[in-house]
């Protein structure tokens, strides 16, 4: 009789979870996304899209830039309040706020002053949150609780003259974030549970790109656009397998996240187009090649997304929403509207989403032309984070205030 009640436990269970995936629809638990890739593979795309969307709640959160996460029905979101920084945990169904930590942070200042909050985006891994503020402190809380678990400062007082912008990344029960100044910088793994440092790797300073993984003969590694380059770290140890030399231009440092395909690495954000390079297993290393390079098409503060063989972004200079052969790099189309060079796109299954600057845009992935199948107003002014996608549920962050809408 216990066995079968627990058979019945077990069945219920998994149908109540089961359930609650449908119905909340992908995860969203760090900076682009599961993978990283700003895919979604649980929209819900309706057969006749609405006149306009429907807003179910607003709530104000705090300035910042960072795209908030989504795990399990909850939202972390990390913001400006005031003098301090501000993680929280919101209940994604209405909003409510469920927990939060401060810290005091310094003020922005100079140009970058008119973005006083965070840029890096919380990643949500084995019950834990991590954050990274704009003077590169590092913290983990417990997800469930908001009890901070660990701190580390590992360059007091020294950060990227724009302040620190890369979103850590936790991968085999570590947290692995870029942290220092120009010139002067490590890459750095935390073991996740305690903040115990486990490598480091010095050398060049922090760009705002984000680091991605990539698996090279069963080898799991960490690609990072650094400074002036290009390089692939193993996760395991923090040693350096490969390095493509990636010049400045126009004083650009790289916002843009590295886009793995396979062993195919495609890069852009630092004013010199788009380009892709080729890793292989060569003697006891591994030997870098460039595929194409594409030196009138690139983003400067936006990932464009891999979709069939075919890049999707908004290009630096131009603001135009483009679309790029990955095969071989060639431009297949341009559209002619000029946005900001802000904004993100988003690969949702049958369509794409782009979010340039405060309208939602519903894109063919077509190679032939830009074809636009809705526009929806979401904000007032420019949106710097990642729409998240869920289910039928668009939540957008501007400035200051988090959104949940619906498509019905």
């Known amino acids: 009789m216990e066995t079968a009640n627990r058979s019945l436990f077990m069945l219920v269970g998994g149908a109540i979870v089961l359930t609650a995936a449908c119905a909340w629809g992908q995860d969203w638990p760090q900076w682009r996304g599961p993978d990283r890739d700003a895919k979604v593979s649980a929209f819900t795309v309706p057969q006749t899209w609405p006149k306009e969307l429907t807003r179910r709640w607003t709530v104000a959160v705090g300035l910042g830039d960072a795209t908030p996460a989504l795990v399990g029905g909850r939202l972390y979101v990390f913001a400006r309040q005031g003098d301090d920084e501000v993680a929280m945990c919101l209940n994604a169904e209405d909003g409510k706020e469920l ?104 050398g060049a300073g922090p760009t705002y790109s ?131 060079r802000f904004g993100t796109v988003l690969d949702v299954g049958p369509v794409l989403l782009a979010l340039p600057v405060s309208e939602l845009l519903v894109i063919e992935p077509s190679d032939k032309a830009y074809t636009e199948l809705a526009r929806y107003k979401v904000a007032q002014e420019q949106v710097y984070a990642y729409p998240i996608v869920a289910g039928n549920r668009i939540y957008i962050k501007d400035k200051e205030t988090l959104t949940l809408w619906t498509v019905e």
């Open 210 to 340: 984000s680091p991605v993984l990539m698996t090279l003969d069963d080898v799991q590694t960490l690609v990072v656009h650094v400074e002036t380059d290009l390089i692939g770290i193993g996760v395991s140890d923090g040693k350096l397998l490969w390095k493509a030399t990636t010049p400045l231009r126009q004083r650009f440092y790289s916002s843009v996240t590295p886009i793995v395909d396979g062993q195919t690495v495609i890069y852009t954000g630092q004013g010199t187009g788009t380009k892709a390079v080729r890793i292989e297993k060569k003697d006891s290393g591994y030997s870098v090649s460039e595929l194409w390079s594409n030196g009138e098409i690139g983003g400067g503060y936006n990932t464009p997304v891999l979709k069939n063989g075919l890049l999707f972004g908004i290009s630096d200079p131009g603001n135009n929403i483009y679309c790029l052969s990955a095969r071989d790099g060639q431009t297949l189309w341009t559209d002619t509207v000029r946005y900001g």
């Open 99 to 202: 927990w939060r930590d401060k810290h005091p942070a310094p003020h922005v200042t100079g140009g970058p002053a008119q973005h006083s909050g965070p840029r890096s985006s919380p990643t949500v891994a084995e019950g834990k949150v991590v954050t990274l503020g704009v003077a590169g402190v590092l913290s983990c809380l417990d997800a469930a609780s908001g009890k901070v678990l660990w701190t580390r400062e590992e360059f007091p007082g020294a950060w990227p003259r724009f302040y620190a912008a890369m979103s850590p990344v936790v991968v085999e029960g570590l947290c692995i974030a870029h942290l220092g100044k120009e010139g002067a910088g490590a890459i750095i793994a935390y073991d996740l549970a305690t903040g115990d440092p486990k490598w480091k790797w010095s």
